[in-house]
């Protein structure tokens, strides 16, 4: 059972586009919803999370959108750019995050063409 | 600061070898994940610690696998009688107390069985 389920697998854009990423779950006990990104060779790292008092975050050009009725979240990257070309994971977790396990979606490959 | 420390950073076993993997966590983390990821099934949750015990092995398969916090300072993923199917990069993360939930991921035990 797959709790976390992301799309699509992989997406181009080009420079200066927005890029969606989307992200559905199950469990209706998960609280929290990160998103990591993960560039070559490199191992993933945190780049924005929610909690669903809210249902809207932003860091500069990222932007998490959340709807809880519907179970599902998406990334927004506002003006793309080539470095931004990575691998996406969704993920959620109970407890507000707090030292919770981590379910991962299977990832959202992103490549942005200059 | 160093970050969390994986060893070996390559491992290569025959079938049916055993296979010892070690990560020391960012001092001060209270929590400890063992991740698995491949391209097929992207990040597979294993198991975790929280203040060195045992609080979820959920994602471990039973016959082979086992991990082990024995101090604060490190955790161990022993595989017994390993498998062309776990063929992998092992990653392991740890976390502050607290409800920030930011996994921070070593660099990963890349461990290819032959």
């Known amino acids: 059972q797959q709790q976390v389920r992301q799309s699509p697998q992989s997406l181009t854009v080009w420079e200066g586009e927005t890029a969606i990423l989307n992200c559905s779950y199950e469990d209706s006990t998960f609280d929290y919803f990160p998103w990591y990104h993960q560039f070559p060779g490199e191992s993933p790292a945190l780049l924005i999370a929610?909690?669903?008092?809210?249902n809207k975050k932003e860091d500069g050009r990222f932007t998490i959108f959340f709807n809880k009725r519907e179970k599902k979240f998406s990334l927004h990257i506002a003006d793309s750019q080539p470095g931004d070309s990575a691998t996406y994971f969704c993920?959620?977790?109970?407890?507000?995050?707090?030292?919770?396990?981590?379910?991962f979606g299977k990832g959202t490959l992103l490549t942005v063409t200059p | 600061n160093a970050g969390v420390i994986q060893t070996p950073r390559h491992k290569v076993t025959g079938k049916g070898q055993e296979a010892t993997l070690w990560c020391e966590p960012i001092?001060?983390?209270?929590?400890v994940f063992w991740y698995r990821q491949t391209i097929v099934q992207g990040l597979e949750f294993l198991t975790y610690?929280?203040?060195?015990?045992?609080?979820?092995d959920s994602g471990m398969p039973k016959e082979r696998f086992s991990a082990q916090m024995p101090n604060q300072s490190h955790s161990t993923l022993k595989i017994q009688s390993t498998q062309p199917q776990d063929s992998a990069v092992y990653l392991c993360?740890?976390?502050?107390?607290?409800?920030?939930?930011?996994?921070?991921f070593g660099e990963g035990s890349k461990l290819t069985v032959l």
């Open positions: 929610i909690r669903p008092v809210s």
């Open positions: 993920a959620a977790s109970r407890g507000g995050g707090s030292n919770y396990k981590l379910t």
């Open positions: 001092s001060g983390h209270s929590a």
């Open positions: 993360a740890s976390s502050l107390m607290g409800n920030t939930g930011q996994l921070y």
């Open positions: 610690f929280r203040n060195q015990a045992p609080i979820d």
